[in-house]
């Protein structure tokens, strides 16, 4: 069964960049599409972007100009960047493999902005 | 961007009843090469990741109790809970993957009456 493990900075100023990075473990890292996804305190769900088995990526349009997600795949691990961080990138992030919709989630990782 | 829209925003249902959860999409989510809705979706308790609960709008995950259903084509999809029990207390998502930027509804809060 594929878990995933995420980790990476909690606490941020504004203007610094956000990175995370999620580990696959108990399945292939080749094939599939991982995605990051974000949740604003009290708000819905937010993608902002994925990584597939050829390691093309697609980001939100509005975020295009600030991300950047890589992979890893000799330690089966993908990473999120987001540069300029503001107040408004606070959220929960996860990471997600899409095989039927997003069907395995990391455990979130809560990124807080603020100077 | 494929705009999701679910209503209502909350819904308060007697335990042993039905809920209804609708979810319409502002264009097609339907890929007509495969006759497949590309719409999922996801239960999200409270403090936990979202779950899946049914892909391509009417597949449930393994696992999960038949009392959830889903339904729909193209634009307008629904999700039934037949028969409510406490554990289902949650907020509900439905969410496309027919194009980036995958989209996700608004999000139903489903509590006991």
């Known amino acids: 069964q594929v878990q995933l493990q995420q980790w990476g900075a909690g606490l941020l100023k504004p203007s610094e960049t956000l990175s995370l990075t999620c580990a696959v473990y108990?399945?292939?890292?080749?094939?599939?599409?991982w995605n990051w996804i974000r949740q604003s305190p009290g708000q819905g769900l937010e993608w902002i972007g994925e990584?597939?088995?050829?390691?093309?990526?697609n980001y939100k349009p509005s975020l295009k100009s600030r991300i950047s997600i890589s992979e890893d795949t000799s330690k089966n691990q993908f990473s999120l960047k987001l540069t300029s961080v503001t107040a408004a990138d606070t959220a929960v992030y996860y990471c997600?493999?899409?095989?039927?919709?997003?069907?395995?989630w990391g455990q979130g990782t809560m990124v807080t902005v603020s100077s | 961007d494929i705009v999701m829209t679910q209503s209502p925003d909350s819904l308060a249902v007697s335990l042993g009843e039905r809920a209804t959860i609708n979810c319409k999409s502002s264009q097609s989510v339907l890929y007509s090469s495969n006759n497949k809705n590309y719409l999922a979706w996801y239960q999200q308790q409270l403090g936990q990741p979202p779950k899946l609960l049914i892909s391509?709008?009417?597949t449930r995950e393994s696992g999960v109790p038949d009392r959830f259903s889903g339904s729909g084509s193209g634009t307008d999809f629904t999700l039934t809970v037949s028969s409510l029990q406490a554990e289902d207390v949650a907020i509900y998502y439905c969410q496309q993957y027919y194009t980036t930027p995958y989209t996700f509804g608004q999000g139903t809060k489903l509590e006991i009456k």
């Open positions: 391509w709008a009417s």
């Open positions: 997600a493999l899409a095989r039927d919709g997003f069907d395995i």
């Open positions: 108990g399945g292939s890292f080749s094939g599939y599409h």
């Open positions: 990584i597939n088995h050829s390691g093309s990526t």
